[in-house]
Each structure stands twice: as C-alpha cells, then as structure tokens.
C-alpha cells in the first residue's frame, strides 16, 4: 500500500511540473494564434508558417519566450492552417495531416477537427 501512495505522488509531481513547464509554451501559442489566426485565409501553407516563425522570433527577442520558439514553429508545421482541404487526422500510433479527409480514411485513420497535432496532445 505504501508503495502505491509513493507511486502515485511521483506521478502527480510529475504531472504538475509538465504543467508548468508547458504553461508559458501554451501562453505563447495563444498570443501567435491572436496574430496568425489558423482560419486567416492564407495564400498557403509557406505565408502562415512565415508569420509564425516571425512572431515566435519577435516573442522570443522581446518576451523571453525564446524556449517556445521551436515548439511554436513546429505545431505551425503540424498543423492544417494555409491548407484549405487537409484535416488532423490520428491513428493508433500517431498524428499527422492528411491532405483531405479520404486520405485519412484510407490510412484507417480517424479525422479530427483539431487545427493541429500539438492541440491533441496532453501533458
């Protein structure tokens, strides 16, 4: 029983730390999304990823956000924003975009009305 007990709080503190790591990289994802909205109407897939990674520089330089910039630029890239019929679609083992909701299907798939792979992913 007390082997359990101690388990369990390793576990929580565990949990609690990832929080609040991730917590100024969940910040900085709202602030880029208020500037680079995912439903901008983008010319295309370059021009979004562009103002993220412009943004996430300006946050890092001014904010000290510099630890997020990687996280930011990569959940733009793993994400549908600029790419007018690609969805978030998961399967057993991972997350990906599909480039229309047919192509998820036939990978046995699963279509998901996430923006991105980072927003399905929990701490």
């Not at 010319?43 to 001014?62: D, I, P």
């Not at 997020?68 to 991972?94: E, F, M």
């Amino acid at each position: 029983m007390r082997y359990m007990t101690i388990v369990c709080a390793a576990v929580a503190l565990l949990t609690v730390a990832s929080v609040v790591r991730a917590a100024p990289c969940t910040i900085a994802r709202e602030l880029v999304s208020e500037e680079c909205p995912c439903d901008g109407g983008w010319r295309g897939r370059g021009v979004f990823t562009q103002c993220v990674r412009r943004a996430a520089n300006r946050m890092a330089e001014h904010q000290g956000m510099g630890i997020c910039r990687t996280q930011l630029n990569r959940c733009a890239t793993r994400s549908v924003c600029g790419k007018p019929r690609a969805v978030t679609c998961i399967t057993k083992v991972r997350c990906y975009i599909a480039a229309t909701p047919a192509d998820c299907l036939d990978n046995r798939g699963m279509v998901s009305d996430a923006k991105s792979c980072c927003d399905l992913i929990t701490l």
